[in-house]
């Protein structure tokens, strides 16, 4: 009987295996800065508030283009720089996958914002040579919450390209929306520019049941709504940009991230206790604090959390994978155990994954 619910656990609902997650990059970039050094570029040194913002964000250093002509050009100036940056990082994440073009039915990829076409899926569709009947789509808008919807959009995908893999690349450029201050600048501003960093992973989802890594278990992707639905959104102007974050986003995610997580992990015949590994979106200081304390969860639990943040600060899309790949890496997840992901993101979106290794 064991045997017959673990076989079943390990397919989909149409009696598919359920895909695994084979292969797992995520970059670092080669070009930091620390936090006092984007204080100074930003033109925010001796300002108190930003000062005191950047000194107590959690964040170390981080990927950026903080590079003058980057800065002085205008924020539609910047849109075929990021893009082939983006398109360079990809190809970066997917080198180090060593997949082959030939075995990939469905390319996903995603980025917070993008002024590209083509999109950056069919740039590396191009670019690695695969087959032009490759289904390839990209996805804007959903930023840090991204990690699991593209986990299961991708997993629903595979089900039209049997034995095939699935490549997915989250790549961000938050420099794109990091201008230099203003008098009349909002705090929300100064905030977003002491949090975000650029960066790119890539995922190679595959169901041969012989690979490596966690296996997909289940997902599930809750918006939140009601009045959360603004508490992560572009501010766009001419001459001006930034990604505002509510100042009560933190307290949102504590108080809606709790339920989502019991529900699904109930639906899944499991607890909290249950989990062995806790993935959990680098979104800030307050946001991984708050979702720590109401799931009850040790400061060891969150501690790939807290570096990934410290080492890149938060990259949006790829945010998640890159907790995962510290977490693979760090915590050496041991057969039978298992992982929840946990990302939080713009709607305010809330995203579940159970992995099992």
């Known amino acids: 009987m064991l045997h017959?619910?673990?076989?079943?656990r390990a397919r989909?609902?149409?009696?598919?295996?359920?895909?695994?997650?084979?292969?797992?990059?995520?970059?670092g970039w080669e070009t930091t800065f620390s936090q006092q050094e984007v204080l100074e570029r930003l033109g925010l040194a001796g300002n108190a508030f930003a000062e005191g913002i950047f000194e107590r964000s959690g964040v170390e250093r981080r990927g950026l283009d903080l590079s003058e002509s980057f800065m002085n050009s205008s924020l539609e100036g910047r849109a075929t720089r990021i893009e082939d940056e983006l398109l360079r990082q990809s190809v970066k994440a997917i080198d180090a996958l060593e997949l082959d073009p030939d075995?990939?039915?469905?390319?996903?990829?995603?980025?917070?914002?993008?002024?590209?076409?083509?999109?950056?899926?069919?740039?590396l569709v191009e670019h690695y040579g695969m087959d032009p009947a490759t289904d390839k789509y990209h996805v804007t808008g959903v930023g840090c919450a991204s990690g699991v919807p593209l986990m299961r959009l991708t997993a629903q995908a595979m089900a039209e390209h049997p034995g095939r893999q699935a490549l997915v690349?989250?790549?961000?450029?938050?420099?794109?929306?990091?201008?230099?201050?203003?008098?009349?600048?909002?705090?929300a501003k100064i905030v977003a520019s002491a949090i975000f960093g650029d960066g790119c992973a890539a995922a190679l989802l595959s169901d041969d049941q012989r690979a490596g890594g966690p296996r997909i278990l289940a997902s599930r992707v809750h918006q939140l709504g009601g009045s959360s639905l603004g508490a992560v959104s572009l501010k766009w102007a001419p001459?001006?940009?930034?990604?505002?974050?509510?100042?009560?986003?933190p307290d949102l995610a504590g108080a809606g991230v709790p339920a989502v997580a019991d529900s699904f992990l109930n639906d899944n015949g499991l607890r909290r206790a249950d989990i062995d590994h806790w993935i959990v979106h680098p979104g800030g200081r307050r946001i991984i604090?708050?979702?720590?304390?109401?799931l009850e969860l040790s400061d060891g639990d969150v501690e790939c959390s807290w570096r990934t943040l410290a080492e890149h600060g938060n990259v949006g899309t790829p945010a998640i994978l890159?907790?995962?790949?510290?977490?693979?890496?760090?915590?050496?997840?041991?057969?039978?155990?298992?992982?929840?992901?946990v990302t939080i993101g713009p709607g305010v979106g809330v995203g579940m994954m159970l992995l099992l290794w």
């Open 4 to 8: 017959a619910e673990r076989t079943a």
């Open 239 to 249: 001459e001006d940009s930034y990604l505002h974050l509510d100042r009560e986003l």
């Open 169 to 187: 690349v989250a790549a961000e450029s938050m420099s794109g929306t990091i201008t230099r201050a203003r008098p009349a600048d909002s705090r």
């Open 103 to 123: 075995s990939v039915g469905t390319v996903i990829t995603s980025s917070l914002y993008s002024l590209g076409c083509p999109t950056l899926a069919h740039r």
């Open 12 to 27: 989909g609902r149409a009696g598919r295996p359920r895909p695994r997650i084979a292969a797992l990059s995520a970059c």
């Open 289 to 294: 604090t708050n979702v720590a304390s109401a």
């Open 322 to 341: 890159y907790v995962l790949d510290e977490t693979i890496k760090r915590r050496r997840p041991q057969p039978g155990e298992r992982g929840l992901m």
